[in-house]
């Protein structure tokens, strides 16, 4: 469309923002909750709980079906719930998960005058930084939408903005999730409550998609990462034009998604040259632990002019502490020579076991899973991510506490990985892993070794020798004296206060129920001696004895309910 708007354009774009006001209005805790039990019961999720005609596997592929059609009518936020409760394969069964990986995040488009409201709050002087923008959307996702469009000084653009009424959805949405997921870690039973974190996990959710919504952040990463692609020649990020919370303008990428590009287009050598510098790039972000999260083909671009490669959306990025990058892939190192033992170790420097984990069968169950990844060879007929994702199962089966980016983590590395063997399919891409073997350990001595990473530790390591012999002779000397005293602060865990909690309520109750019933007792038995005796004290000593029944069938209900969960 022109940038300037004629009279009639204007009242459209005036009305269209009555309209987003008056919706804004209208979202609310109480309404967002009727709307989520009515599309849970439209698309039967409840009865799909509740249904044992079926088998297992069917009933769960149900569940997910329901669940799929029940997150997508509910919007945005539910989709992006939905996506992250497919990566944690652990909190669901893998027929549920599969059916989950089908949510839509594509959407229908929102007429323009609505996203052009957006634009003028965000850029008012737009008029004078397009020549025209095409009100027919080249991509429309459940937060945002991205338009062609030409600026004043003639380039080409990708306008990114964000969806009216996303922000207002999302905070209501993820304030209701909240409470339900609160409790829920309440009702988890013991083993899953201490390794599983409901909580963390919707606050991981929380951070990445409010990441999402604030377009100025993907620019800051794409400026962050450009740096890191520059030493890959078939590579490149496009420029940022101009950001604002809710708009990105960007360079337009004139070409094709990586799996649509013509056949002849590339020869074998170009392929693998790409091939070879994502699967590296790819590796140096993920050990580095600041990587995009969703690098499957549609945000891969094939530049038809200058044959690079454009990565795009870098919406959903995720981060990864340096200590679990290096153990993972110190685990694919032992995997491939076979030192299946040595890779079980550094797993348990990503697992954190709990009281409730059989370590014996824990090891025996992941030394089945890696041996049949023993080397390059055999290994380039897997998947290093859907390993990955194979462990991550294995862990949570054994009760043992999963980090909370590790799924994010490989998802990524998964959709990394296919992308690449896509590219080109004829080279065994654990083989160009490999090659960057040398880089990777590289990396992580530079990081152990370096003085800015170990100046804490040099610094404590000086106050310790300059302050030793003061503090021994200060222990010597309470010796000597015989007054050496050692003080203990012991604390219960937050799982044995509730248990304490649950035995002195149902102490309490049984104490009530002894003495309704002794005290209702006496009253009967002195009504009964004194046949003159008012009926309001008959009526007195059966109400104790009916006391004394209701509260130990509820002492003897929530002794029943704790053993199941135990």
């Known amino acids: 469309m022109a940038v300037a708007l004629n009279t009639e354009e204007r009242n459209e774009l005036e009305r269209a923002r009555r309209f987003i006001e008056r919706e804004r209005r209208k979202i609310t805790p109480s309404k967002r909750q009727r709307e989520v039990v009515k599309a849970l019961v439209k698309h039967g999720v409840l009865h799909a709980l509740r249904d044992r005609s079926r088998d297992e596997e069917a009933r769960q592929r149900l569940l997910g079906q329901r669940l799929r059609a029940a997150f997508e009518e509910l919007g945005p936020t539910f989709i992006k719930l939905g996506q992250v409760i497919m990566t944690r394969q652990e909190l669901l069964p893998e027929a549920v998960t599969a059916e989950l990986a089908y949510l839509l995040d594509s959407v229908p488009p929102l007429p323009f005058h609505y996203m052009m409201a957006v634009l003028e709050d965000e850029i008012p002087n737009w008029a004078e930084v397009f020549r025209w923008i095409d009100p027919n959307p080249l991509g429309s996702a459940s937060l945002a939408q ?16 964000v969806r009216p009424l996303v922000d207002r959805l999302f905070q209501v949405d993820i304030n209701n999730v909240r409470k339900l997921v609160r409790r829920l870690q309440r009702l988890l039973p013991p083993q899953l409550e201490v390794s599983i974190d409901l909580n963390g996990i919707i606050e991981d959710y929380y951070s990445s998609t409010m990441n999402e919504l604030d377009l100025r952040r993907e620019a800051e990463i794409m400026e962050e990462q450009r740096g890191m692609v520059q030493e890959f020649e078939t590579l490149y990020i496009p420029e940022v034009y101009h950001v604002t919370q809710r708009v990105l303008v960007m360079e337009f990428i004139d070409g094709w998604n990586l799996k649509d590009f013509p056949v002849d287009f590339f020869t074998f050598e170009e392929r693998l040259e790409r091939m070879t510098d994502l699967a590296h790039y790819y590796v140096k972000a993920f050990v580095e632990g600041n990587y995009h999260a969703d690098p499957h083909a549609s945000n891969l671009m094939v530049d038809k002019r200058t044959k690079r490669i454009a990565i795009l959306d870098w919406g959903l990025v995720g981060r990864m502490d340096a200590a679990h990058t290096e153990a993972i892939f110190r685990m694919l190192m032992h995997v491939r020579v076979n030192q299946q033992e040595d890779a079980i170790e550094a797993l348990l420097d990503i697992y954190e076991p709990t009281r409730y984990t059989d370590l014996v069968r824990l090891r025996d169950q992941l030394r089945s899973l890696l041996i049949h990844y023993t080397n390059s060879t055999q290994a380039s007929y897997y998947n290093w991510g859907n390993l990955l994702l194979s462990t991550i199962v294995i862990a949570a089966k054994n009760y043992c506490r999963i980090p909370n980016g590790l799924a994010l983590w490989t998802k990524g590395f998964s959709a990394a990985e296919g992308t690449a063997r896509w590219l080109c399919p004829e080279i065994s891409y654990h083989q160009l892993v490999e090659i960057a073997d040398v880089q990777i350990l590289r990396r992580w001595m530079m990081r152990r070794f370096n003085y800015h990473t170990n100046a804490s530790f040099a610094a404590e390591f000086a106050k310790l020798t300059a302050t030793l012999p003061r503090r021994l002779n200060k222990i010597l000397e309470h010796f000597e004296w015989n007054d050496f005293r050692v003080n203990l602060d012991a604390q ?63 002492a003897l209900w929530s002794t029943i309910r704790s053993k199941k969960r135990i």
Do not use: C, E
Request: net charge positive; no cysteine.
């Open 146 to 161: 991205v338009y062609r469009a030409q600026l004043a000084d003639g380039r080409m653009a990708a306008v990114k903005i």
């Open 492 to 554: 219960l865990s937050h799982q044995a206060v509730r248990t304490l909690h649950r035995v002195v309520n149902k102490l309490l109750l049984a104490t009530m129920s002894g003495t309704f019933f002794l005290g209702g007792a006496i009253l009967l038995a002195f009504a009964d001696t004194r046949p003159d005796t008012h009926g309001g004290i008959v009526d007195l000593g059966w109400g104790g004895v009916a006391a004394s029944v209701a509260l130990g069938i509820s």
